[in-house]
């Protein structure tokens, strides 16, 4: 089935320690994003990608890093310069031609 | 950005339709009206979009204001299912792909 996978569902870190989530997606999709979702908030916009090898920083890009070397594939560093790391992440991925949104089940990161 | 406002939560009895309002007063010609809905530590779900007319799909409707300074998403018969936070935003495929989730409508049912 087509989808978008983010691994682990559950992740716990250190703080200093860099992390990395995945997000991988077989639809094809041309454009992927990063947002963060804090308790009883919205989403935020970390960073967004249109095309492989290019990404935007979104509104909150600050201590997190991005990739884009495959269509398929967008992980997200978080890096120790983040303050609060601990949050609920999740990736989405778009068609050019299309206006929805896909995204995947999140990624809940844990640091202490 | 164009930005929406959202009632913060509402709350409707099982089997009745619901209504839930957005005000985007200062939404561009180009812009697209979406909604998204997002259960329980679930990603969010896409459910309907529209740009002048209104829309229907199998999940609901959706009727945009003739100015388009507001939109309501109808849900016509409400299950428990349907308990979930409910996202109206606005989306230029024109400009930079930059789209900005808000709080959205937290939206109980009672059985």
């Known amino acids: 089935d087509g989808g978008i996978t983010q691994s682990p569902k559950y992740l716990f870190r250190k703080e200093g320690q860099n992390v990395t989530l995945s997000c991988e997606q077989n639809l094809n999709h041309d454009a992927m994003y990063w947002y963060r979702q804090d308790p009883g908030q919205g989403l935020r916009l970390i960073y967004y990608?249109?095309?492989?090898?290019?990404?935007q920083k979104g509104d909150i890009a600050e201590g997190y890093s991005v990739s884009r070397e495959k269509k398929e594939s967008f992980p997200l560093t978080v890096t120790s310069a983040q303050k609060n790391p601990t949050a609920f992440y999740l990736c989405a991925s778009r068609d050019f031609w299309s206006l929805e949104q896909y995204f995947g089940p999140g990624t809940r990161l844990t640091v202490t | 950005d164009a930005k929406t406002t959202q009632p913060n939560s509402m709350e409707s009895n099982e089997e009745e339709p619901v209504h839930l309002p957005c005000n985007h007063s200062t939404i561009s010609g180009t812009d697209y009206i979406h909604w998204y809905r997002q259960l329980p530590s679930q990603g969010p779900e896409y459910v309907i979009h529209?740009?002048?007319s209104n829309v229907n799909n199998r999940m609901a409707s959706l009727a945009i204001a003739e100015d388009r300074k507001s939109s309501t998403l109808i849900l016509h018969r409400a299950t428990l299912r349907d308990a979930a936070v409910y996202y109206c935003?606005?989306?230029?495929?024109?400009?930079?792909?930059?789209?900005?989730f808000g709080k959205g409508t937290r939206l109980h049912i009672l059985p």
């Open positions: 990608s249109q095309i492989v090898n290019d990404f």
């Open positions: 935003i606005l989306r230029d495929t024109g400009r930079d792909d930059k789209i900005i």
């Open positions: 529209g740009l002048t």
